[in-house]
């Protein structure tokens, strides 16, 4: 078996996008562009896989650092075009490498790894110095023409070199290439910038090769698979191509999507089989959702877990973990540390953060739940706030088991509630509470007799006070 080599380019300054941002760092489906090519990249079981970078390289290769470590970083000089950029890449590689280059473009990030393969083996199989990906599009606007004659590749012509007959031409080359290395770097040499555009063009190596007879075509009819970025609006096209299939996907693998077109789910999400996914929810970041959970409508999970048979509605949760049996919602904010254990509740207008709530707890209505740790069996009453906050530190609340608190309650950290205690509806709990006990600490009632009557004379109110004497 032949040794492969990827190159990823990535030094294109992407100014279409009009953003701080390097193009290829805009994300779709829980990953930045380079990301999903980098992912193919990895998984073909290359020899060596190289980025070639250039403007906002920084930026960039901290990324690729970061997720992808194995990848060797090259560096465009100021010479400009696909060319140059590959010769940096091959630069890269070992004097003794002596196997099949692979050419992939960073904003380029449908194409996926049954379709790269059949390309190398179809490379291989026919002996060919050269091949490159082409496919059909309806506006080949940007793209280089594919040049035919009598049925056979003569050759590529860039959009700004094109004439007006060659621009109509709709099949366009994919920027997707196999070369044999010896022959891509000897035709690399003879290259130069003599067109429009003052740039060392890739395709002028497919044209030299072409003289030799040994080059071909290889033409796909799936066009998503190798879309390319330029703008954002073409982002979001990709984005929700790349989404429909992942939606498609999950639901051949046993889930039920209602609404294919309101949900979105990142490729780096999980979903257990019988998993039900309701309209206008979307599943982000290293999400994964167990059997027979119900998630959504109007949801966003990022980054959590959900246990099997949970439900988890109208809510927006961050890096949480929901166990088994549980239900969540409608209306509920879960921040960063929440666990909810099995059999647990978190209801309606209920926000929580750094909350361990235990087994078969609930925090049904109303409620802020920050800091805190609350037992299992315990139920929290409506209303009730965790005061955690002092104004410079954070302080924790402990809920014992099978604790009943009374509805409008303020726990004023840090204070614990022991096992088995109650206390009383509108009480402030400042002090520890023993298990078992009741706390509370009402203040006697005070009624001032024909108050609005005095205070506010011709009011409403005092009309029909006056109404029931």
Known sequence: ???????????????????????VLHEIAGLPLIGHVLATAHSLSAEHVIAVLRHEKEKISQYVAQHFPSTVIATQDEVPGTGRAVEAALSMLPASYDGDVLVLSGDVPLIDVSSITELIERHRTSKSIGTLVTCQMENPFGYGRIVRSRGELVGIVEQKDATEDQRAISEVNAGVYVFEFAQLKVALAKVTTQNASKEKYLTDVISLMIEKGLVQAHQISDHWLVAGVNDRAQLSEVARELNSRIVRAWQLAGVSIDEPSSTWIDVTVQIGQDAKILPSTRLLGITSIGVGAVIGPDSTLTDCEVGSSAVVTRTVAENVKIASDTKVGPFSYLRPGTELAEGGKIGAFV??????????????HLSYVGDAEIGEGSNIGAGTIFANYDGENKHQTKIGKHVKTGSGNVFVAPVSIGDGAYTAAGSTIRKDVEPGALARNPMPQENLADWVLEKRPGSESAKAAKRTE
């Open 1 to 23: 078996m032949r040794q492969l080599a990827v190159v990823v380019l990535a030094a294109g300054e992407g100014t279409r996008m009009k953003s701080s941002l390097p193009k």
């Open 351 to 364: 926000e929580t953060k750094n909350a361990k709530i235990g087994a078969g707890a609930k925090v049904p």
